[in-house]
């Protein structure tokens, strides 16, 4: 029996690929981390400063003593009483704390010692123990028999009369200081661990708290749909990294809903000027097919037929145009073209065209005018123009082609006299199947793809079209055409 279940994804070793944290994980990670180190760093500097003022303080105190037996070695060497008090009884005035001290003089000869001392620190203790040489010395531990002793010993002399050295050596211990310490990096230890668990959960918190407003956006995306065009994602509140995510999304929703749109128009555009023709066609066969006609009335339906096949067919051609031409890797062949000759051109071919339907067409161009275009495409968008002018201007009007060199662009410009175009039409006269009148559209024999085949063209070329009409006075159109390719 299968599993529907799907594979688990492997690693190009055939290991079983491991899923990718998420961002709340991540976050919460990084502050967990971020926060335990600082805790640890903080903690562990205040432990660092505590030992080393214990042990300051046990230095000070093993140099304050040492200053003191040479001071009665130098001053009362007669007086053994005072240095045995000093040696004894001294030792035992700090609670918790023995302070240990023996006076050695020439080879070895034992003067003073504190009681206990030979069976703790021997002599040969000290040998690695450090000599008092400055005002504060540093001293060493040592551990002998499981007990914790910071030593540090001293040469001195004695009386000058006697001209004898001394060697001291001091002692203090700090067993129940080392104890109180072990345990105070217990509790240390203790507190960080907690620390981590509550950087833990506390960065947890932060993480999803913070990530909240990315859900949110998330969540809009997921019911965006091809029917669900209209959400947005509301900007308010939103930190302001994630703000400019928001408006740049909702800018690109007005971009699919407005394409959206457009494509459904086009589709009932298509789909009505297709029904046009398609059911003349069938309508002509119909009548055709009905009862037996004479070859005349035969060869009348079928050169009516052919005339919409014509229409269907230079329709699905301007469709296929336009479709590859909004196409990322559509190419056009740019070659030096002569402005003035391929203008020339064009007039001559449709001044027939004009003379028939009684207007001037005029051509004022400067010779030299030379640019990088598509020969076809270019011929094709000029020519779009001067047909539209020609079919919306009246009998004694005129349409005056001309083109001039501005700023490093061809600027050219198809201007008539004509009947012009209502003021709310202008902004929609370059989209496909746009027709200010459908009735004149229809009698001219227009599917309004013209202007929107002239706009594609020109916007292969890197250029722009722009137009300007007022009714009653006629259209100006103007396309400009970089005079060189753009090197990417």
């Excluded at 001293?139 to 040469?155: K, M, Q, T, Y």
């Excluded at 298509?270 to 009548?287: K, Q, S």
């Excluded at 063209?457 to 159109?477: F, P, Y």
Aim: glycine share 8%; net charge negative; charged share 25%.
């Amino acid at each position: 029996m299968s599993s529907s279940r799907d594979p688990e994804p492997v690693t190009a070793a055939g290991r079983p690929e491991r899923a990718p944290w998420s961002l709340a994980a991540r976050l919460t990670a990084w502050y967990a981390g971020s926060a335990f180190l600082l805790l640890l760093v903080a903690t562990g500097f205040l432990y660092w400063v505590l030992v080393r003022n214990f042990e300051d303080e046990e230095d000070q105190y093993l140099t304050e003593k040492i200053n003191v037996v040479q001071t009665l070695l130098r001053d009362r060497a007669g007086d053994a009483t005072v240095l045995e008090w000093e040696v004894q009884e001294e030792s035992t005035t700090r609670p918790f704390v023995r302070v240990l001290v023996r006076v050695l003089g020439a080879r070895n000869r034992l003067v003073a010692e504190t009681r206990g001392m030979a069976e703790l620190l021997p002599p040969s203790a000290f040998r690695q123990a450090p000599t008092l040489t400055s005002k504060l010395g540093r001293g060493v531990e040592v551990r002998p028999g499981g007990r914790d002793f910071r030593i540090l010993s001293a040469r001195t002399s004695g009386d000058p009369s006697e001209r004898e050295n001394y060697w001291i050596q001091v002692a203090l211990d700090r067993t129940y200081e080392v104890n109180l310490v072990a345990g105070y990096r217990r509790r240390l230890w203790l507190v960080l661990g907690l620390g981590l668990v509550v950087c833990a959960v506390a960065g947890y918190g932060i993480a999803r708290r913070g990530i909240r407003p990315v859900e949110e956006i998330a969540a809009t995306m997921r019911r965006t749909g091809s029917t669900t065009l209209n959400e947005r994602i509301e900007p308010e509140g939103l930190p302001s990294e994630l703000s400019a995510l928001a408006a740049t999304f909702n800018e690109m929703l007005d971009r699919l809903e407005d394409a959206f749109a457009r494509l459904s128009r086009f589709s009932a555009d298509i789909a009505h000027e297709l029904r046009t023709p398609i059911n003349n066609l069938r309508g002509e066969m119909e009548v055709g097919l009905a009862k037996a006609r004479t070859p005349e009335e035969y060869c009348e339906v079928l050169g009516s037929s052919l005339e919409e096949c014509v229409r269907l067919s230079r329709l699905i051609d301007r469709l296929l145009f336009l479709a590859r031409a909004e196409s990322p890797e559509t190419h056009i062949n740019r070659e030096p073209l002569d402005v003035a000759r391929e203008l020339t051109a064009l007039r001559e071919f449709y001044e027939a065209a004009a003379g028939e339907a009684g207007v001037a067409l005029e051509l004022n161009v400067s010779s030299g005018v030379t640019a990088e275009l598509d020969r076809t495409l270019f011929q094709r968008a000029v020519g779009n123009l001067v047909e539209n002018a020609l079919a919306h201007t009246p009998r004694g009007g005129a349409v005056k082609l001309t083109a001039a060199q501005e700023n490093g662009n061809l600027r050219i410009q198809v201007a008539d006299t004509g009947c012009g175009i209502p003021a709310d039409h202008l902004s929609h006269v370059f989209d496909r199947f746009h027709r200010v009148d459908r009735a004149r559209s229809k009698h001219s024999g227009g599917v309004g793809l013209g202007l929107a085949i002239v706009s594609s063209i020109t916007h292969l070329h890197g250029g722009t079209a722009h137009i300007e009409s007022e009714v009653g006075r006629g259209t100006r159109v103007t396309l400009t055409f970089p005079l060189e390719m753009t090197k990417s």
